[in-house]
């Protein structure tokens, strides 16, 4: 089933391609243009995932995508997100160690001063190596 | 309640070193500035021209200002995105762009949400001519030669450039324009692959910059016909220009810094002479004599002035060349 | 010559200048395993460090991290599935296995001593003969390069695993995600939507970090309520020692194949490592245990990763062509101090010349023995609780994809792509073929173009000049021997 999705996916994509190549401009004679190498891929990525479409009909291999886990994935994908848009606004050094507590804390909870105490470091230390000893920057406190 | 207590600690310690790193305001004075460290931000990656120009001005200017100043690369879009940005930014002089040649090629390509108009110049700190360029063992001896043999075999002299649309492509296209020839342009990813086809006979010329031909010339390998420049070069004295040869053509790259438009005159100023005496230290033309850039300082004005003129020039050029995004 | 050498060994020996190498190395090791910390940014970042030094100090420290960053970017590889580089990418096949089976010091004692036999070997060619070599430099042309990357993609069906089909879709969907942005021959826009920032394209590091590390990570939080903790087994020398027969033979040839690639200006490590992986496969007797996590699947890529710092230095030093992006940031920091890298460096700077080639041996020798005495150290990691190991590898890799570029948009990409590569490892979709593509896309479809504007629009020029036929030759081979073995296996099975 799962397989049955992706390849409808990337049929999409391929047709999607193929149309958008059209409105390509072509300037050396010599230069089969930009368009050629897109167009070409999306023929191959139609037939690829009209083959895979076939192969998973007629295999029907069980969906095992589905697990104990996903409630999880979600959780920490949505965390992550969350983490993203903070970086910006609340800057590196209280973003991730905001992040940190709670998805240590949400992963399993132990001794809390000790998960804390490992938040911070590591986030002080992260900081250190980039910002300070690198001198790559990161994002400041942004109110 | 004590996870509370442990969690408030913690926010409050890391807000109080936040808060202290930011609160350490500057002396009263007429126009306060620099209230914080200046940021330079260079559109392309670390390690490259620009980059080691920045960040080799930087080090010169930083006795000029009581603040310290940050090189930030920002990269993308052939240079878009750091120009974007820096002419986006809060215009109180804080953050500084290190603007190149492609402020005016891209927004003339329709590839830049930006006009050299959204930036109010500095200081204009390097320029670079075209050098044609081709083998030492080429059978021509004289641009002339070259550029006949290009006018009786129209397409079929393959010049080599750094990518379609890029300075030394339009420097090509600028040969072209004034004396009627034609070649067959073979866009690069950079100059310095274009320089490599050339020494393994791959190609005939490149257009690309003196420096990044000048070691090849030393050795032998290579010869320059021609620079595109008003004067002829203090390091290849023997090169003509091609304005000597009646061709009337000045195309180059150039760098320097700039501000977001509405940034204030007395900030700009402040900022000039900083950045001038940075740009007059000995260990600054020291840098770019060994890089082999060209220094030519030049103030906000005549930097305009360079900028308006290479817009016209390379908006005819990007048109005739069909590279205008409709 | 003995005695050039003998002069740059006691130069790199002085206390001050062997420090700095020193420094080098440890300061790469850790850069490389850091993901988005590459081996050009780490030598890109300590390049205004060098501008005050004398020339042999300042190049011994850049050359030192530019070895332990292509070494180093196998440690987070083996370890955390995160290759610190792109070159890294495929010791993670391998090397990941490896370690979840309890076996990271035997994976890390691998990858240490084959970095050292392809630094060494490489070394070794650029000091003998590498006015010879440096002519292949000059040979290649656009239709070489074009079928290079054809040869390299023709990599994707044997590193598919269980379903070359969804190996090769992923591999044909990546390629189309590099079209993305200014087409490069004529700087057209494509499927940009407007965006300034895709003008570029996807930057290829966070879609990597995104791939492997963070979809790692997700399928670590899944994982972890039945988490099985697995024992390290902690005697990673000795055991690493004892394989050193086993992976001798595929160390040497990878290190010297990594070497050519190196020459290739343009071709850098991260191609060289796919390349000798797939050749250690093609030449082994049981290539069906490549990606199970097999000794030769880790000695391979990483004796051809480390073989390209030698091999990039030869048209450095010899023609003043760098060989890959490091060595043109190595150009770059010899133009600052006054040096004209090419032909006249060796007359007029013979003593740097040798230096420098000291440095590089001593450089690799500091990095065995630095990577050795690590191992304990490394597999440190694994001990931490996977509760708290996992959210610091998600910091790392958002934090790792932000200061490629400094830029947000990187970091979105890094979690998009980890989505889409956690999703793609529960439907057993390959992640390695994307990355392959994303490397060599540019590179087929501009020197196809290339190729064609200097020839005039004739296709004959691919197969009338013997590298480019021979290469393309090898990639048609290389493409279909899996699927031909499978027909093969089939039939003898049906019979």
Known sequence: MADVLVSAAFAFISIFVFFSTGRFPELNINDPGPALFPKMLSVILLVLSVALLLSAVFKRRKAVFFEHGWKKVLFTVLLLLLYYFSLDILGFLVSTSLFLIILIRYLEKRNLLHDVAISVGFTFLIYSVFQLLLNVPLPEFGI | ?326 | MLSHLFYGLAKVLRPDIFLLLLLGVWGGIAIGSLPGLTATMGVALLLPVTFGMEPEAGMLLLLGIYIGAIYGGSVSAILLRTPGTPAAAATAMDGFEMAKRGEAGKALGISTTASFIGGIVSTLMLITISPILAKIALKFSAPEYFALAIFGLSIISSISGKSPLKGIIVGVFGLLVSTIGMDPMTSYPRFTFGNVNLLNGFSFIPVMIGLFGLAQALYNVEESEQAVKIQQKVEGVLSALSEIKRILGTAVRSAVMGTFIGIIPGAGADIAAFVSYNEAKRWSKHPEKFGTGIPEGIAAPEAGNNGVTGGAMIPLLTLGIPGDAVTAILLGALMIQGLQPGPLLFKEHGELVYTIFSGLLVGNVLMLISGLLGIRLFIKVLSVPKNILTPLIFVLCIVGSYAMNNSFFDVGVMLASGVIGYIFMKLDFPASPIILALILGPMAESNLRRSLIMSGGNYSIFFTRPISAFLLTLALITFITPFLKDFIKRKNLGN
């Open chain 2, 1 to 326: 309640m004590k996870k509370f207590g442990v969690l408030a600690v913690l926010l409050l310690f890391t807000f109080s070193i936040l808060a202290g790193c930011q609160s350490q305001g500057g002396k009263e004075a007429k126009v306060n500035f620099p209230e914080k460290a200046i940021e330079i931000i260079v559109p392309y990656a670390a390690g490259g021209g620009t980059d080691a120009v920045a960040r080799a001005l930087a080090d010169a200017a930083k006795d000029s200002f009581s603040k310290p100043i940050a090189v930030v690369n920002k990269t993308g879009g052939g240079g878009a995105v750091g120009m974007a940005e820096g002419a986006k930014a809060k215009a109180d002089g804080h953050t500084v762009t290190m603007v190149t040649v492609e402020l005016v090629t891209l927004p003339n390509m329709g590839l830049a949400p930006f006009t050299y108009n959204d930036f109010k110049p500095i200081i204009q700190v390097n320029a670079d001519p075209s050098a044609l360029t081709v083998k030492a063992d080429a059978p021509w001896k004289t641009a002339e030669e070259f550029l006949n043999y290009a006018k009786a075999n129209p397409g079929k002299v393959k010049v080599g450039n750094s990518g379609a649309g890029a300075i030394w492509h339009l420097a090509a296209a600028a040969i072209e324009d004034k004396t009627g020839a034609k070649f067959n342009h073979v866009p690069f990813d950079g100059a310095a692959p274009a320089v490599t086809a050339l020494l393994g006979g791959h190609i005939d010329a490149v257009t690309v910059s003196p420096a990044e031909v000048a070691s090849h010339v030393k050795s032998g390998q290579l010869k320059i016909l021609a620079v595109a420049s008003e004067k002829r070069l203090e390091q290849f004295p023997d090169v003509p220009t091609f304005k000597e040869l009646g061709i009337d053509v000045v195309v180059g790259t150039w760098r320097g810094l700039a501000v977001p438009k509405d940034t204030p005159d007395e900030i700009v100023s402040i900022l000039y002479d900083g950045f001038k005496k940075a740009a007059e230290k000995d260990s600054f033309k020291e840098f770019m004599k060994n890089a082999g850039l060209g220094l030519e300082v030049k103030d906000g004005k005549e930097f305009l002035e360079r900028m308006k003129n290479d817009n016209e020039l390379f908006a005819k050029l990007i048109n005739s060349l069909g590279l205008a995004k409709k």
